[in-house]
C-alpha cells in the first residue's frame, strides 16, 4: 500500500499513520498467488473504510480479474475480485485500486466529532478446490489517522518599532502603538481551530502603564478588563490562501544615526535600556481565536495600545525603553486530544517597541539638589575665606591705614599740600611768585 498525492509515494506499513493532508490517495494493490497445484476460481472479498476513487487495474498479474463492488459508501468500501481463469503453480492475479483520504472524506462536513480515526483494509482469499493452507490467506492491517501541524507565528517587527517620548513626568501625552502578529499553517493538515494568546503589560503596581484601545474582532480579554480602552474598536483580521509572512525589518531601522545626540544623564553617564515585560509587569492576555486554517492558510492578530508618556518619562535611569508583547499558540491537541500529533516545541513569538528619548527634552536639565549644593558650597566658601582674612589681621590693617590718613589730614603736611595744590591750578608771574613766597615767610617769622 502507498500513500498517493503531492510529493513522492509513501509507503504504509503496520506502524504507519495516515497524516490528514499529507496525500490524498490511498492506493491498495492486492497479489494473490498460488504456491501449490492448480487454483480453480481464486478470488478475495476485500473491505477498505474508505471510499473508491478513479479505475481499477485487475490486468497487472499472470492472470487477469474481473472485480464487483457491491458497496459503495461514503466512508466504505466492499469489493470482490476472481480470477479470468485458473491457477497453476506460481501464477498470479493482481488488483490496484485506490481510495480517497483527502480532507473531505477524512474530516466530513470539517466536523472534528466526524472525523475518522482509523482506515481498515481486510483481505481474504479463497478457491473453489481444497485449501491446504488457510492461515496465509488473509490480511488486515489499521492505520491510525492524525492531524498535524507545522505552525509558525511572526511578529511584524517594522509595524511600530520605533517611537519618542519627551522626559515630561506629568504629560498627557498617549503613544499610540499597534502589535501584529502573523499564524501561518504550513500543514499538512487543516486546522480547525486553535487560540493565539497575547500578553500586555499594563500596570506596575498602582500605576496604569498602558491601555488597549483596539484588538482583532476574534480577540477577548482574559484579565482585569478595566484595563482596556471604553472604545473599544476592532481592527482588520484576515485569512489568505499563501502564507505571506513580512520581509526581514530593515538592519538600519533600529540604528540611531552618527549624528543624533545621545541621551545622557545628569551625571554625564549614558544609560541602558529598560526591558517592560511580564516579569515585572501586570500584563492581561488577550485571547484571539484562529479557526479553518488550511494548509498554508494565514491569518493575522493585532492589537492597539496607548503606551502612556509619563510612565516612560518616570523611568529616569533609562534613555531607551522597549515595550514587549508575547504571542503564543495553543496547541490544537487540547481540544482534540488523541486526534492530533502533539507540537514538539512551544510556538510563539515576541513584538517590541523601542521607545527613544527625546535628547532636546533631557539636554539642559540639571538636578535640582546640585544646584541647591552649589549654592550652600559656595556660601561656606565664603565664610572660610573671611575667616582666615580676619585672622590674618586683614581687616586690622585696613583699620590702621584710615588712621594715618586721618593724621595726615590733621597735620601742617597736609594743610601745606593742600595750599600748594591750590596755587598751582591758578595761574601767575614769577614776580607774583616770588611776593607770594615773600609774604609767606614773613608770616612765618
Known sequence: MDLIGDGPDVKINRSSVILVGERDTLAVTIDVKNVQDISYNANFTSTVTAYKRGVTNTNQGSVSAECEYPLLDFSWTDFKCTANNKLDRNENFKVFTSFDISKGKLIPENDMNKMLTLLTVDVVAAQENLDVNTDNNKFNIKIEIRLKYDIYIQADQQLSDQERYKAVENSDVRKTITHQYYITNYGPSYLPKTYVNITVPVKKGNNEIAKITKMSPTCNVQGNEALIGTTLAPTTSITTPFANTPGNPDPHRRRRAVDEP????????????????????????????????????????NVTIEVFEKALAAEKDFSEIRYTTNATVTDPEVWYGGKVVPMENTVYATKWTTFVIDAESVKNEVNIWIIIGAVLGAVVLLIIVGIILWRCGFFKRSQKHDQVKKWKQDSLYNRKSIRMSQANKQSYSPIEETTANNGSEKKTE
Open 262 to 301: 545621545v541621551a545622557m544623564s545628569s551625571t554625564g553617564q549614558k544609560q541602558t535600556m529598560k526591558n517592560i515585560t511580564c516579569l515585572e509587569y501586570e500584563c492581561i492576555i488577550l485571547e484571539c481565536l484562529v479557526m479553518n486554517l488550511d494548509k498554508n492558510g494565514q491569518t493575522i492578530v
